[in-house]
């Protein structure tokens, strides 16, 4: 993977995101010299979803609604039904996705959390993926889906947990650029 020290990446979350992917991508962030910043709507700790069940409890660094998009270089998102649906109704994690895709920082987003560029409205005319379930979610946005890890416009989106390792180096290689 790509060297990443120095960077600041937040990583959205909330409350039933998927753990193993979330685990994933803050370990990979840190082995690659970034800094993980948490940023979720809950203030204090979001409770993470693992397999079926309610997973183990994680800190967060930052609430939604104090996060900077110029505060960081990057923006990954793990997938998790609950979680990326709580996400997209929230008007302030989609008001952060939108800048920092407008600062033209590299935004990440596996599985569900792909809703986000749909609510986000930046899925139009880019290949994008996900997981199956929101393929038409996707394409009734805009987007074309790809079944592949797909990287287009500094968007890098995964289809599942079994992407998590090709869309980081994807997401690392846009946020060395």
């Not at 959205?12 to 994933?24: C, H, I, K, N, P």
């Not at 370990?27 to 183990?56: H, I």
């Not at 990954?76 to 033209?104: E, F, K, N, W």
């Not at 409205?121 to 074309?144: S, Y």
């Amino acid at each position: 993977m790509n060297d990443l020290s120095g960077r600041t990446i937040a990583v959205l979350v909330a409350s039933g995101s998927d753990q193993g992917e979330f685990v994933t991508i803050r370990d990979v962030l840190a082995d690659a010299g970034a800094e993980a910043v948490v940023v979720s709507p809950k203030k204090q700790s979001f409770r993470a979803w693992r397999n079926t069940g309610w997973g183990d409890d994680f800190p967060v660094d930052v609430p939604v609604m104090a996060a900077r998009a110029e505060s960081f270089d990057g923006l990954m998102i793990p997938g998790g039904l609950i979680g990326a649906d709580t996400l997209r109704s929230d008007g302030q994690a989609v008001d952060l996705v939108r800048a920092v895709h407008r600062r033209r920082r590299p935004l990440g987003a596996i599985g569900h959390a792909a809703w986000l560029l749909v609510e986000a409205d930046l899925a139009r005319g880019r290949a994008v993926t996900g997981i199956e379930a929101v393929r038409t979610d996707l394409a009734n946005a805009g987007g074309r889906w790809v079944d592949a890890v797909s990287e287009d416009g500094g968007l890098v989106t995964g289809r599942h947990r079994d992407d998590v390792a090709a869309v980081m180096a994807r997401f690392a290689a846009a946020a060395r650029a």
